[in-house]
């Protein structure tokens, strides 16, 4: 039954399909032609509940990142998406701006291919725009992605991520890019970063900041990490990897759905996800716009699932979570060791939360003690008081107290 779970869910998405537009095309009446309904209170409440069945539906398109402008110096300046690279299985994202007085320098943010779209990310981007020239890892849903394209393994990102920073930087004047990674693409920027060092890649990066990340996941062992390892590999090769159904591009490819990570995630606090949608319906019907619009933002992004290939997936749960091999000094890429000793020329900072639940305190900074080569004015670390996981790269703390540290980094390096 396992193996047709996908089937299942497809089917049930299915069934639920009509109803939905009946939802949506409710609210669009209301919004069309029953300008009086706020005075009536039942029809609120009707409207309200249609709204929320509406919106409590799981979505498998990447979310618009929606940053059109952003504050550079005194004055707003245009930014527009544009694609500087279009891979198989991820495009690198370049949120481009006029050309300004001064260059700003470039910098790639590695975004986790975990289940969510890199638009998770929305917020690290716009911060970074103000004094950055900004790129974004843009991953693409494995289930749009056809056989032909081949296999997407642990391997295959770190190659994307030096081809990336290789296409960004300048190899004539031997200047690398700015690399910041957030979450899980922590250990592959350190393994793609210690290739390129190993290889005295003239477009290694001249900085990387590593925020949230499992380096070392036997640092003060998370709920999410004793998922990982309650079962066995051949476990989760049994009971979680899925084959694409038939009407999508990717047909018949292995994958981790990711509605089935959006499950997990959710039922480790359903309670609080309960909830929100309730406070959304009464929001709604009290009229209250601008509450129920902060709800309905973030389920918009946290609801838009993407599938992972099924070799990434099971390659990050072996060698990332059950064996920890980057920190052990056992990772391989392509038949070579990985030697993090061998970066010198790239300053690192890492960044952790206080109230970390996912990457706890001492997962990041174990990066410290790979790169042996660095000297100690090229390494940093910062642990934000008061946060939690997203609160490292999203919301008041992240733009005023964690990206002053991640700005002043780049400008010395720069």
Known sequence: MLHVLYQAYQAYCDMMAPARITARAATGFRDRFLGDADSMPFARRFFALAEVFDKSKITHKRPPYGITEVLCGNEMVEVREEVALD?????LLHFAKPEVTVPQPKILVVAPLSGH??????????????????????????????????????????????????EIGDPAAGRGAHLLAVCQPCVPALAAVAVMAQDDDPCQPRTMTLMGGPIDTRESPTVVNELATGQSFEWFEANLIQTVPWRYKGAGRKVYPGFVQLMAFMSMNMGRHVGQFRKLYQHIADIEEAEAAKIIDFYDEYLAVLDLTAEFYLDTIDKVF???????????????????????????????GERDDICAVGQTAAAHLLCTSLRPHLKRHHLQ?????????????????VYPQVRNLVLAMH
């Not at 891979?87 to 495009?91: L, N, R, S």
């Not at 059950?322 to 890429?333: D, N």
């Not at 008081?385 to 107290?401: I, L, R």
């Open 322 to 352: 059950q064996r920890a091999l980057l920190a052990k000094g056992e990772l391989t890429h392509r038949g070579r060791t990985v030697d993090c000793g061998a970066i010198r020329k790239t300053a690192l900072l890492t960044v952790e």
């Open 87 to 91: 891979m198989p299985f991820g495009d």
């Open 117 to 166: 779209f890199a638009t998770l990310l929305r917020n690290t981007v716009e911060t970074l725009l103000s004094d950055h020239d900004v790129y974004i890892t843009d991953w693409k849903n494995a289930r749009d992605v056809p056989l032909s394209a081949g296999e997407f393994g642990f391997e295959d990102y770190v190659d994307y991520l030096i081809r990336f920073l290789q």
């Open 385 to 401: 008081p008061g946060v939690g996981h997203y609160g490292v790269f999203s919301g008041s703390k992240w733009e005023k107290q």
